[in-house]
């Protein structure tokens, strides 16, 4: 028998095998259990399953990874400005490297793979721009909308045609010189579709004045485009609180320093929260008191949870290392809305089920329509750990304390890099706990499993 097979044997050998017996058997594997069953094309390893043994103590420095979302705005509007001052401290994520390789080559197809950032702003930007190209992504992308945004291009007179179906990508677009004006769109599909859209607001000969209808999802991160807009000289400002204004003026160049990603930083607080040394500290490198990353609210919801956060300097604009500490944590139940921040989902249910501490979630609406459907995705893994959790009306998950037999089966990440990294913390609380497909990861935090492993867990 092959490596390759024997492992796999391994691996269904041990899928079969109940949740304690499979406990026993990873004593025999004290460090290292990286199973490899297969290698696909291009080079990506497929099939992957980490083993997970967390740290009893925990001190460590984290250099988290920049903003995926800061720099993907960057980015644009770097090219906008005439590509003369580079963004400084670029993600390396995946998300990002699609938007900066598209934009260095320009190729006839740009495939954007399964980052909804770039679909959704380089859409906007190849209506505005010269040529003709198509944009694709990854079988997910094809099924993540995108119909609000080309609706609204096609009102401002782009020229995109669907290839395939209906209000997905792929997407044909030639590009031209749009005027601009006055549009209304729905803002509870996806915040992406209004970033895209004022990230090349500018450019219009009018400029555009843009009405939100519905609910607005993810409002922090339209603050972040406008914001981010405004440090390259736009003038672009909610008049009202469904109405954004932004005038024809060009971008101005200028160096800018991108902050770490807060979203990233949310599964050192699930680790914090969820280890058992009341000791433990992590300082987390790059972050700013009063960031405009919608997801630096996770310091706050992690307060609620024992979790406390220090920033060593607080000057505005500076990024700065922060440390958290552990604190008693007596909360029973926690509820929480998280319209404004749905990328902090996952890591506060699995945490909260972990922590034993019941909690009911609203505004997950946009969930459905992420890398993967993430309500259907995180009740499923979770019910593999004995954690009965339960949704409703497509928008909300609660759990109100109801256990089940573990399954012992390993995790799976469903495509879907937040799966991976809010599920791994729960090793301090189930020693051996499996992950599969690990590598997802790479879509907004390339380093996770090696930062882990600083911290002192084994893979
Ligand atoms: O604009 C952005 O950078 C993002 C907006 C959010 O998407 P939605 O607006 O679709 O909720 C968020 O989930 C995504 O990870 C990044
Ligand atoms: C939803 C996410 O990304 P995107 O929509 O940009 O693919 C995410 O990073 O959690």
Known sequence: MSHASSKMAEIEERQTV??????????????????FASCTNQGIIRNMTYTIEGPHHIDTTIELPAGKSISNRALIIHALAGQQVMPLNLSDCDDTEVIVEALEKMPETINVKAAGTAMRFMTAYLSVGEG?????????????PIGVLVDALRYLGADIRYEGEEGYSPLRIRGRKLEGGRLEMPGNVSSQFISALL????????????????????????????????????????????IINVMAKPYVARPYVIESDWSAA???????????DAEATVRLTGLMDGS??????????????????????????????????????????????????????????????????KFHFKGLASLKIKETDRIEALKTELRKLGYMIHDANDSELYWDGERCEPTGEPIDTHEDHRMAMAFAPAALKLPGLRVNNPEVVSKSYPDFWRDLRQAGFTL
């Open 132 to 144: 003709e190209h198509v944009i694709t992504g990854t079988e997910r992308m094809k099924h993540r």
């Open 292 to 357: 405009r990353q919608g997801d630096s609210v996770v310091k706050y919801i992690f307060s609620l949870l024992g979790v406390k956060t220090t920033f060593e300097t607080t000057e505005p604009g500076v990024p700065t290392t922060v440390t958290l500490h552990r604190r008693p944590c007596m909360l029973p139940r926690l509820e929480y809305d998280f319209t404004g921040a749905p990328d902090l989902a996952q890591t506060l249910v699995v945490c909260c089920a972990l922590m034993g501490i």
């Open 18 to 35: 109940g949740y304690d017996d499979y406990h026993a058997l990873l004593l025999g594997f004290p460090f290292f259990v990286c199973t």
């Open 266 to 276: 949310s599964y050192w607080y699930e680790i914090m929260a969820l280890s058992d």
């Open 199 to 242: 990230l090349i607001a500018p450019t219009l000969s009018n400029g555009l004045e843009l009405k939100l209808t519905d609910t607005i999802i993810s409002r922090p991160y339209i603050d972040l485009t406008l914001c981010m807009m405004r440090d390259f000289g736009a003038v672009a400002e909610w008049s009202d609180v469904d």
